[in-house]
């Protein structure tokens, strides 16, 4: 899951992304509303954490062109302004969720997960697709009850997958949603994370589709 932090403070986004990666999410930031929307591939991003006080443009008027662009990306704002007023801004600019800094980085991540689960048209707070469950708060994964131990590629491949299950996804989907845009990318590699993943979960559970890509079946 690729989420976008808009952030001006260098040390504050970094020590933000650096939180969502250990939470299974990839993470990249921009430094102002203009940056963010300027990137080439918006709708591929699972979520958008915005700050209030942004250099030029602020986070309320990037949040209402982002919606009148028609792209409906969760969105959290996270900002030290906490007044009721501006939370009421906030929401009724178009924003999923707003919280007041500071914030435990275990509230961040739930509530980002949250906010992705309920895009995904998901309810129940674990995910579940055939004989497999996850537990995106404590990135904890089983197959028929029993715990299986995956790696930060492996637990981000099938997050993607168990939140749209029974959908194609294509190998540019994967791929946006395993690695920061900046990184070097080759189709080559999503093979071979699926095989890996297929070991763990199940040889039947990921269906490669031919010219199309693969879909995690219910």
């Known amino acids: 899951m690729r989420i976008l932090v808009v952030e001006d403070e260098d040390e504050l986004a970094r020590r933000l992304c650096d939180r969502l990666e250990t939470g299974g999410f990839v993470a990249e930031s921009v430094a102002s509303a203009e940056g963010a929307l300027d990137l080439p591939d918006p709708k591929n991003l699972s979520a958008l954490v915005v700050d209030i006080g942004l250099p030029g443009m602020d986070g309320f008027e990037l949040v209402r062109r982002w919606r009148q662009r028609g792209f409906d990306t969760p969105i959290l704002i996270l900002s030290a302004r906490g007044s009721w007023q501006e939370k009421v801004e906030g929401l009724n600019a178009g924003a999923d969720d707003y919280v007041v800094k500071p914030v435990r980085g275990e509230e961040l991540l739930a509530r980002l997960n949250a906010l992705v689960r309920r895009a995904g048209g998901q309810t129940n707070a674990k995910l579940e ?10 990135r904890t994964v089983w197959r028929n009850k029993l715990q299986i131990e995956l790696t930060q590629m492996e637990y981000r491949l099938l997050h993607l997958f168990l939140l749209r299950p029974g959908h194609i996804l294509s190998q540019g989907e994967i791929l946006d949603h395993l690695y920061p845009m900046a990184e070097a990318r080759d189709l ?3 093979e071979v994370h699926i095989g890996r993943l297929r070991k763990k979960v199940s040889k039947t559970a990921i269906t490669t589709i031919r010219g199309l890509g693969y879909r995690f079946e219910r």
């Open 129 to 138: 697709a055939g004989e497999i469950m996850m537990d995106p708060g404590t």
């Open 188 to 190: 080559n590699t999503v």
